[in-house]
T-cell receptor
């Protein structure tokens, strides 16, 4: 089993609130990712990180921000939640490049509902 | 990022072998082919990865022809618990980017 954790699993919040979705991994992976997925739809990469103090925006524009101060921790923040942010957010991590695998380990996800 | 094409959905019955084919006409020389499985309300899970010919593990087999423009995931004797979405991805596993493109996948439904 992959050691990657996300909290909370479910969050219902009102418009305008600031929220932080937590993601932690204990595998020592350098690379971490945030995906957004609506029911029955594809995963969209919204943020990724190569390592500490390295973050990049993904393929799908997102109003969220991320930080990577520690290797094991990759939180995602929404400064002002809106109903359009309602979705499932999945965090993943993978090993250092060149280790010979495209395997990304996924957390259980956070289901966010903004009222 | 190279994109892939796979059927939107497939149906099967318990005990049958299921083959899901994926097209990746623009696959690059350094790209590997990787398949993931996703159950509802969970994150995707790695199934198998290969470069060419055939790869087999305890869960599935992956067949890749010589031109590598397609691949087939084979699930032997499926059960109800194999009902899930299956994603085919291509990517350079040696890349520092490590980014993968997840399409919509194939919804496999296994019936009793």
């Amino acid at each position: 089993e992959a050691d990657i954790y996300q909290t909370p699993r479910y969050l219902v919040i009102g418009t305008g609130k600031k929220i932080t979705l937590e993601c932690s991994q204990t595998m020592g992976h350098d690379k971490m990712y945030w995906y957004q997925q609506d029911p029955g739809m594809e995963l969209h990469l919204i943020h990724y990180s190569y390592g500490v103090n390295s973050t990049e925006k993904g393929d799908l524009s997102s109003e969220s921000t991320v930080s990577r101060i520690r290797t094991e921790h990759f939180p995602l923040t929404l400064e002002s939640a809106r109903p359009s942010h309602t979705s499932q957010y999945l965090c993943a991590s993978s090993e250092i490049a060149g280790k010979g695998s495209n395997e990304q380990f996924f957390g259980p996800g956070t289901r966010l509902t903004v009222l | 990022l190279a994109k892939t094409t796979q059927p939107i959905s497939m149906d099967s019955y318990e005990g049958q072998e299921v083959n899901i084919t994926c097209s990746h006409n623009n696959i690059a020389t350094n790209d590997y082919i990787t398949w993931y499985q996703q159950f509802p309300s969970q994150g995707p899970r790695f199934i198998i990865q290969g470069y060419k010919t055939k790869v087999t593990n305890e869960v599935a087999s992956l067949f890749i022809p010589a031109d590598r423009k397609s691949s087939t995931l084979s699930l032997p004797r499926v059960s109800l618990s194999d009902t899930a979405v299956y994603y085919c991805l291509v990517g350079d596993r040696g890349s520092t980017l490590g980014r993968l493109y997840f399409g919509r996948g194939t919804q496999l439904t296994v019936w009793p």
